[in-house]
Nanobody, 116 residues
Framework: QGRFVESGGGLVQPGESLRLSCTPSESRYTIGATGWYRQAPGEERELVASINSGGSTNYEDSVKGRFSISRDDAKNTVYLQMNSLKPGDTAVYYC??????????WGQGTLVTVSS
């Protein structure tokens, strides 16, 4: 019963692309300032990309130039376009509020596996 539902993950080879989607788990919720987080086995969950209410974006250094976060207000959806994927991108990806004070319960995430 997370606040958001993540989808779009899968198994890809290095260099390929995926687009992840984040939608509210209930229609009463509205997507606002949102971050994409990822967690690899044995690692802390980390914020890799975020978009604020005005559309400004920020990226973790390791994904700059490869990942792009966007929001479609009409569809109430936040996307993460991931290009030039690397094995190090393998993780479960989650979306949530971009600031910890606004975090809602975490969803199940979507698994991205990059392997040759």
């Amino acid at each position: 019963q997370g606040r958001f539902v993540e989808s779009g993950g899968g198994l890809v080879q290095p260099g390929e692309s995926l687009r992840l989607s984040c939608t509210p788990s209930e229609s009463r919720y509205t997507i606002g300032a949102t971050g994409w987080y990822r967690q690899a086995p044995g690692e802390e969950r980390e914020l890799v990309a975020s978009i604020n209410s005005g559309g400004s974006t920020n990226y973790e250094d390791s994904v700059k130039g490869r990942f792009s976060i966007s929001r479609d207000d009409a569809k109430n959806t936040v996307y993460l376009q991931m290009n030039s994927l690397k094995p190090g991108d393998t993780a479960v990806y989650y979306c949530n509020a971009d600031r910890q004070i606004y975090w809602a319960p975490w969803g199940q995430g979507t698994l991205v596996t990059v392997s040759s």
